[in-house]
DNA sequence: AGTGAATATGAATTCAAC
DNA sequence: GTTGAATTCATATTCACT
């Protein structure tokens, strides 16, 4: 369900460093969740997430 | 010079909505700063500049 | 330090299917 | 309306040069 898997990817990015929507595909399989990377690349446009800059100067996923 | 550069950056993404790099290096062609596309790319990271979604529902440059 | 050319990588979209 | 596979497109990085 869509609503769910937004809901673990916005707990995903908030609890680590996620830089690449590939390390979101792996970690949500981990959770069960088997999905590609053009339907994590729609979810992040839906819930307007922003690749932003870490402190470590590395870009990473983020809530605007 | 690279602040002139990335201060017009920034006045050109607040006046306009810029959804891409190659936009905006066109932008700059026109007022006479001719830089490559990966120059913008690390202007972009260096001012921390996000592709957020415009009103529009379009992906466009912003400042956080 | 700053940049361009080329490349590798990442991401958005298309098209079809369900 | 939602998704995957494949493709196109956009962007980050590498390497060389200055």
């Known amino acids: ?3 769910e898997r937004q809901k673990l990817i ?3 990015i908030t609890d ?3 830089s690449t929507q590939e390390m979101l595909q792996k ?3 981990i959770h ?5 990377q053009a339907t994590i ?3 992040i446009k839906e819930m307007s997430l922003v690749k932003t ?3 470590n100067g590395q870009y990473k996923y983020g809530i605007p």
């Open 10 to 12: 916005k707990k995903i």
């Open 27 to 29: 970690r949500l399989k």
């Open 16 to 18: 680590d460093e996620i």
């Open 41 to 43: 690349s729609r979810d």
């Open 53 to 55: 800059l870490g402190i």
């Open 32 to 36: 069960g969740l088997n999905v590609t």
């Open 1 to 3: 369900m869509k609503l």
